[in-house]
């Protein structure tokens, strides 16, 4: 399962080496989400570890991450696990695609969305 957050970087730790062949980072940003803000704790995992060093505390951050689970002893645990780090951009608008094939033409008439004999209804769903 593959995520992306936008946030502000709040603290970084050190790299931990787990085990002889095993290191791990974690890292914490603020997150907005409704009335009150979301300090979300990240993990970033071996060669990924120095992905965090370029950025600073109060810098704003765009995450993508997994949604790690796991059972160990009865006792299950949660990881967000961090794959790549970048700055968001200024505009958060899509650039167009380009493209050398010829696009169909689209119709943004409600009369012909409506005629297209679906009985108005533009939820194709079958429920």
């Known amino acids: 399962m593959s995520f992306e957050v936008v946030g502000k970087m709040i603290k970084k730790y050190e790299t931990e080496n787990k085990s ?8 914490v940003i603020e997150v907005e989400s409704g009335q009150y803000p979301q300090f979300v704790k990240f993990q970033l995992v071996q060669d990924r570890c120095a992905l965090i060093d370029e950025y600073n505390e109060g810098d704003e951050i765009k995450v993508h991450f997994d949604l790690r689970g796991r059972e160990w002893q009865g006792k299950y645990f949660t990881n967000l696990n961090a794959w790549r780090l970048e700055r ?3 505009n958060s608008a899509p650039a167009p695609a380009a493209s050398s094939a010829p696009s169909a033409p689209v119709s943004s008439s409600a009369d012909e969305i409506s005629s297209s004999g679906n009985g108005g209804d533009m939820d194709d769903l079958p429920f």
């Open 88 to 90: 968001p951009a200024a």
């Open 20 to 27: 002889g062949s095993f290191q791990a980072r974690e890292f």
